[in-house]
Structure formats: C-alpha cells, structure tokens
Nanobody, 123 residues
Framework: QVQLVESGGGLVQAGGSLRLSCAAS????????MSWFRQAPGKEREFVAA????????NYADSVKGRFTIARDSAKNTVYLQMNSLKPEDTAVYYC????????????????WGQGTQVTVSS
C-alpha cells in the first residue's frame, strides 16, 4: 500500500509560481512511478506530468511543457511539481498518483491517489 498526501496549493496571480509536494508513505516509493493529474470544475481529470522510479524518464502534457517541472527525492519519499508562469486555465485540484511499472498518461492506469490540493490562478 502507498499513501499519498499533497500540499502546497493556494491562490496565486497569473504569471506566478507554486511548488506542490506529495509525501508518500510505504516501502515501495522508490520503485513506483509518480505523477500529477488535475481536475477543473466540470471537467475530467487530466494528466499533467509523470516521472519514473529512477527519475530517468519524465513526461508532460503539452499544456504545461516548458512551465512545469516534476522531480522526486527518494530520500524524502516526496515528489514535487514546480509550476511557473501560471495561467488562469491551470486552476484545478491537483492530485498525486503512484503506480508500478512505466509511466503512462491514462488516469485509470494509476493505482494510488492522494486527496488533492487546490490551485487557483487569478487573472
């Protein structure tokens, strides 16, 4: 079992930055791929970014490429999402997720989910 707890969300003006953190518990963190998804009101949950277990591979949604960076610290069992140049359309609840094996963008492929953290970007 893996438990995930997100933090770092908040209200920020367009053009600003936030860093989300996801603290994982469980002995298998170092062998799990980790990811961030987001869900805006009235929309489906969508893939944002993912990183494999060794941090040798990352993947980003086109909408965040060049603005967001995913990273992990296995010593701290934590994965981060650095978000720069934020836009109002980035407003959503951001979820951390974990799975065994390679990174994929499909929501249903991820086994463990956090409770989410709200990010609101004002114009």
């Amino acid at each position: 079992q893996v438990q995930l707890v997100e933090s770092g969300g908040g209200l920020v003006q367009a053009g600003g930055s936030l860093r989300l953190s996801c603290a994982a518990s469980g002995r298998t963190f170092s062998t799990n791929a980790m990811s961030w998804f987001r869900q805006a009101p009235g929309k489906e949950r969508e893939f944002v970014a993912a990183i494999n277990w060794s941090a040798s591979d990352t993947n980003y949604a086109d909408s965040v490429k060049g603005r967001f960076t995913i990273a992990r610290d296995s010593a701290k069992n934590t994965v981060y999402l650095q978000m720069n140049s934020l836009k109002p359309e980035d407003t959503a609840v951001y979820y951390c997720a974990a799975k065994k094996g390679p990174i994929v963008v499909l929501t249903i492929a991820w086994d463990y989910w956090g409770q989410g953290t709200q990010v609101t970007v004002s114009s």
